[in-house]
């Protein structure tokens, strides 16, 4: 009975931090499937999300509610400006040139956090409507903390459902990423399409920062979850929403029970070994389509 509760313990532990995964890996897919761009600057959106609902919540005294939607605002703004003065002008240009430049917002965003004064390089902490809040189940000891990483995720995914499903904004974003041609004939403004993308993308970032920073704390180095969530995303399939989620819960499930029963190091390299392991039998991802093109 013990070894089962250390089991539930740790996979619930993996499922809460897969949910983070899942949401950075959503901005990775969006982006993607409107521009066919990677975004290796999307942890760094978590990051900075972070730092602002640190900043919110410990110096300003904003509830933690109300600093999770002025966080939502802000980095969603943020995303849209990014966007338009850097990332609109590169239109056109060879895919590689893009993907540099997220490389290079990557390393901006890292470097102007760690001059921000009360800010830098130090680590820091705040507290949650969910903090030290226990839920007990036998000798099954479940932090509230976790359980609001999932039940938030879980409210996240069915709002971006509906707004994709029966929007027409969201009708209109499924139109541009599926042929970006045939919806300019459609009257769809594209550049329109690829703000709103990037501004839903940084706020899922600011989202996934809010919530991971009460378990990891705050701290410049938090942008480093891009990597386990990139995998998460070519995972579920990079063109899949759905796969994202499912991505980035397989990833933290694994990651988590490798840290646990495997000896130091594995916990690290296990999201790439499932990763390269489920690459070799389906490239296109678990959820993913094979497309083929004609040269």
């Known amino acids: 009975m013990e070894l089962l509760n250390e089991i539930l313990q740790t996979v619930l532990s993996g499922i809460s931090i897969g949910c983070v995964y899942g949401l950075v890996a959503l901005g990775f897919v969006l982006i993607y499937k409107a521009t066919e761009v990677i975004n ?3 942890g760094e959106l978590l990051m900075l999300g972070a730092f602002i609902s640190y900043s919110l919540i410990s110096m300003l005294n904003f509830p933690y509610w109300a600093a999770m939607l002025v966080t939502v ?4 703004l943020f ?7 850097v990332l609109r002008s590169l239109v056109g240009e060879p895919v590689y040139a893009i993907v540099i ?3 290079g917002i990557n390393f901006f965003l890292r470097s102007v956090v760690s001059m921000v004064p009360g800010w830098g390089t130090d680590t820091y902490g705040f507290r949650t409507p969910f903090t030290d809040r226990l839920v007990r189940s036998g000798e099954l000891v479940i932090s509230w903390e976790y359980i609001a990483i999932v039940l938030i995720t879980a409210l996240l995914i069915l709002v971006l ?9 969201g009708t209109a974003m499924r ?3 599926q042929n970006q041609l045939a919806a300019v004939y459609m009257g769809i403004s594209v550049t329109r399409v690829f703000s709103l993308t990037w501004t839903i993308a940084a706020a899922l970032g600011g989202i996934g920062g809010i919530l991971l920073s009460p378990i990891t704390f705050v701290h410049m180095n938090m942008g480093s979850i891009g990597l386990k969530a990139f995998p998460a995303a070519v995972l579920g399939g990079l063109g899949s929403l759905p796969g994202a989620i499912v991505g980035g819960l397989i990833i933290g499930v ?3 029970m490798a840290g646990f029963y495997l000896p130091e190091g594995w916990k690290d390299v296990a999201a790439w070994i499932i990763l390269i392991g489920v690459l ?4 296109q991802g678990l959820f993913g389509i094979q497309e083929k093109k004609k040269v």
Request: proline fraction near 3%.
């Open 40 to 42: 290796f600057a999307q």
């Open 280 to 283: 070799v039998i389906r490239p």
């Open 254 to 256: 694994t990651e988590s």
């Open 73 to 76: 605002v802000v980095m969603g």
């Open 101 to 103: 430049v997220t490389i």
């Open 175 to 177: 139109a541009t990423s």
């Open 79 to 85: 995303g849209a400006l990014l966007e338009r003065t």
């Open 161 to 169: 459902f509906a707004f994709f499903r029966y929007t027409q904004v």
